[in-house]
């Protein structure tokens, strides 16, 4: 069960040339790729990187994919912890290129001890999440 509202943020991306498949359109790993990007810099923007690189292992990733994206797109990625439980993280994400929605879906992460199994969240972790934020929008240089 969540503790409330949590933090949202989204970051600003193009696609690169390695970011495509054969067909000139991005693959379909590189929305996996863009959500964990955008993870990664809210953690970072809350000061708990440190604590949770290596700590938080996806257990589920859903998308759906609605249109595709191309070379040179510049997207903007919106992710926001949806649920902080006793050991697991729930984000909602969606892509988008302008006002067309590319892909949305869902994470959940789960924190884990030294052994690798589910440990309850630090209060360290905890906390930044659970506040009501809005972190500044990331863009690409």
Known sequence: MSDGPAVH??????????????????HFAVVCDLVEETETELHRKLGIVDETIGRMPRVSFTVEYDRPASFGDLLNVELRVVDVGGSS?????????????????????????????AAPLPSS????????????QLHED
């Open 89 to 117: 993280l729930v984000y909602e994400f969606a892509i988008h290129r302008r006002d067309d929605l590319l892909a949305s879906g869902s994470m959940t992460t789960v924190f884990v001890d030294g052994g690798g199994r």
């Open 125 to 136: 972790i905890r906390e930044p999440l659970v506040t009501t934020a809005s972190l500044p």
């Open 9 to 26: 943020m989204s970051l600003q991306r193009r696609v690169r040339w390695a970011d495509t498949d054969a067909s000139g359109l991005w």
